[in-house]
């Protein structure tokens, strides 16, 4: 399930808060919402009258919260674009419900997708969580959903990563919704700025290779939506190592989050290497490489040596 916000009508408003609802008004000039809880509802008014694309927003979780309560339904009749996308969320909750479980051995699917070279099973169960998912988290997070659910129908290198991104992440205990959308937002659009080297080879160790995450985000400010923090520094922080020899900024390794290395990882076994299939090699260059001082997610390693001991059965 989506985030979905309708703009709510002002004759609405006063009847809408006494219902004791949560109300949100969307503020253009700092381009972010907040709840109008305990805020000055007349000045907000007078905000969304002078600046016309500020306005108030209510909350709109699934199609049934629409269909049942009467005041939401007259909004929607005004917003059927949007009661169309909710239309959209339900049947593509319906579409993998048949792959839905709630609890599932993450690394043993990841592992038994390698063993086979076939991806698809692993990006069924990830799709069926994710249309699960209730994501009243934010905007960012909504958008990273859609492009999920296109990303994840074909089986290709790109998904992988993110198959892989979101099995580690389940089993390394992590389950704040918002930071998984951050990771997988981050395996989506980290490598954006690698589309300004001009070399024939965009991944040639030139000086636009060694700024790509700069470059990233740069073309990331253009997209229609606002990156969260995190998944800023995600992106930003993705090819920095524990020794402080990665790049662009020499990080070291108490100062960029754990799951850089998840994102690392990922790309050095689905994107850097031709042979998609040769996964027991890529796994025991890993090990060698956190023993070089590149890794210091040591939770990460004892996930990978898992892998591996299941493609070994």
Known sequence: MELTFFK???EF??????SGKDLYFYDAEIKQRHNVKD??????????????DSYFQVLVKDYQSVTDNDLILAVAEQNRDLLLALDRFEERKEKYEKFFKKE???????SQAMKKNDFLPVLNLIQADLAHDPQTISVFASSVSETLEKLLRRDSALSRMIAFNYCCYKDLGYDE???LYDLLGAVILKDLGLSQ??????????????KHPYYSLFLIKKLPFELS????????????????TGFPRQKTGD???????VLKAGEWIFFENSKLSDYKKVLRDIGEKSQGAELINTSLLASLNLINSYLNE
């Open 229 to 244: 923090q995190q998944c800023y520094f995600f992106i930003l922080d993705h090819h920095e190592r524990r020794d402080g």
């Open 104 to 110: 599932w051995n993450y690394l043993l699917e990841l």
């Open 255 to 261: 100062f960029f989050h754990p799951l850089c290395d």
């Open 177 to 179: 919704r918002a930071t």
């Open 39 to 52: 805020q000055d509802l007349s000045e907000l008014l007078r905000k969304s009258q002078r600046e016309t």
């Open 13 to 18: 408003i006063k009847e809408w808060l006494l």
């Open 197 to 210: 080297n001009r070399a024939q080879d965009i991944f040639k160790k030139n000086d636009i290779f060694y």
């Open 8 to 10: 709510f009508p002002e």
